[in-house]
């Protein structure tokens, strides 16, 4: 199978928003409107999707109300990126439904990250198509204050820009949650970045795959798991998990035999509520999981559940260097 790379964005298009997930959207209307205002901002038009605000149990409405937006997103010829309100838990639950004929043949932009790493590999795995693991509607457009800068700066890049780039550490981060539509109505505190760190040094080029690594390894002996044969896998998790959750993670990686066939590995910041400590830390995780295996590692990249966050293109090529803690991330758009 070939890849697709979807056209680049510019201002004036119109992106469609849709929620595949989680009920956020219908649960914080203010925060979503943020969102879609920062957006118009920003330059761009808005077509928010039919159950965009849907709230059905759990989840953002049923699979076929979820399915029959981002099957009339990608089958609307205005709407040139879809970008989802949030993650969740089910995006999983579409993949059997989805339309993979009509997404290759309406090739375009589509973006979330966290929960939507199921929709974005699968899609990636099903056609071809490069898909996007980076900011979500309500929780980065949707910030007090807008997105960003740097998040900003990285989206820009990736989905408007065609030059091959260098991807540098955010000047600082925070992960502090001020809870949407009640006391959202401030920027949040930031902390200094102690920037990009090594944990095995190499070089190593590849495509990029992954995202939340819980959610890939969801997709593990489905037909919607990418190839992980010399790959750079870029992995994260959220604020809900434990050193003890993590090490179970990471070394299922290594049960599924992922750490003998990927090049290189790029690691997402964790929220600092996962609790990592002096006797309980990601690097002794690593060191056990990944032992005897020597591809590059870099850890503590600015992606993740944390902000600001960069773009990963999902099938983009990226070059990796620990010597210098260089990512280089290719041209990859049309």
Known sequence: MYTIHPAKIKKG?????VSPSSPAAAMCPRR????????????????????????????????????????????????????CTIGGLNSNQL?????????QAHPKIFIGFSDITALLNAIYAKTGLVTYLGPALLPQ??????????????????????????IEASAEWTDEFTPWDKEDDRLRNMRANEGIKVFKPGKASG???????GTLLLLNGSPYMPSLQDVILCVEEDEVETPGTIDRLFTQLR????????????????????????????????LATTAGF???????LDFSHTDPMITIPIG???????????????SFIQ
């Open 32 to 83: 979503l409107r943020r969102g879609q205002d920062e957006l118009e901002k920003l330059g761009f038009k808005v077509k928010l999707g039919k159950y965009v605000s849907e709230h059905y149990k759990h989840m953002a409405g049923t699979v076929q109300q979820r399915i029959e937006d981002l099957h009339t997103m990608f089958a609307d010829d205005e709407v040139k990126t879809i970008i």
């Open 95 to 103: 993949l059997e439904s989805l339309d993979y004929d009509l997404i």
């Open 316 to 330: 983009g090529k990226c070059d990796i260097n620990t010597e210098d803690k260089s990512i280089v991330f290719s």
């Open 141 to 166: 457009f949707g910030e007090f204050g807008g997105i960003l800068p740097y998040s900003w700066k990285y989206l820009e890049k990736v989905l408007m820009q065609t030059e091959s780039f260098h």
């Open 207 to 213: 495509i990029m795959v992954g995202g939340n690594v």
């Open 255 to 286: 049960h599924i035999g992922a750490y003998s066939k990927i090049k290189g590995m790029l690691i997402g910041r964790f929220n600092s509520k996962v609790g990592f400590k002096k006797e309980d830390s990601l690097e002794d995780i690593l």
């Open 13 to 17: 298009d119109t992106i469609g928003v």
């Open 294 to 300: 020597d591809f590059p590692i870099l850890y503590d």
